[in-house]
């Protein structure tokens, strides 16, 4: 029998890229921190000189699936973290935004083989999206740990 998990250490290996959306980015830059902080305390080189990590900001949560799966397709990163927040206050469009930014990421990691993590908050208040990006936890924190897990998963699988 064979047991597959990911870790969270050892991670020189890894080659990460980060797609941040600017939308909200009151709330995406405190993820984007949280996320950079969780990669640096687990050994990520997360200097302006990396070779490890590379970071791209899009317009809005909208345009994460497309530049996700130019980089991810591009064999250069073993996973990918999307980085978005989408307030129902803010647009009557909420359920378009959410709709395509889940169900896009989604397809770009099973076609391209690559793990995208899904990293966009969906509150209904402005409110709620600061308290889940820093003033009570950060869920960008999170993204940057199972961005590790799943890129070491999928490497463990892949040498199976
Ligand atoms: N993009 C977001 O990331 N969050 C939002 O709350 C949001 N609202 O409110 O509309 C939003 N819209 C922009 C969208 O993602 C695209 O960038 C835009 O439609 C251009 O394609």
Redesign the pocket.
């Known amino acids: 029998m064979a047991t597959f998990e990911g870790r969270f250490t050892d991670v020189e290996g890894l080659r990460i890229a980060v797609v941040v959306?600017r939308?909200?980015d009151l709330v995406t830059a405190k993820l984007l921190s949280g996320c950079l902080d969780c990669l640096a305390r687990h050994g990520v080189d997360t200097s302006s000189t990396s070779s490890q990590l590379d970071v791209a900001w899009?317009?809005?949560?909208?345009?994460l699936p497309l530049v996700s799966q130019n980089l991810a397709a591009s064999g250069r990163y073993q996973v990918v973290i999307t980085l978005?927040?989408?307030?129902r206050g803010?647009?009557p469009?909420?359920d378009v935004?959410v709709a395509e930014?889940s169900k896009g990421i989604a397809a770009v990691a099973r076609e391209t083989g690559v793990p995208v993590i899904f990293g966009v908050l969906t509150t209904d208040t402005m409110q709620q999206a600061l308290e889940r990006a820093g003033i009570k936890s950060n869920l960008g924190w999170s993204y940057g740990l199972e961005a590790l897990e799943m890129g070491s998963l999928m490497g463990a699988l892949g040498r199976a």
């Open positions: 959306a939308f909200n899009v317009p809005g949560s909208f345009e978005g927040a989408v307030i803010d647009t469009h909420f935004v930014a």
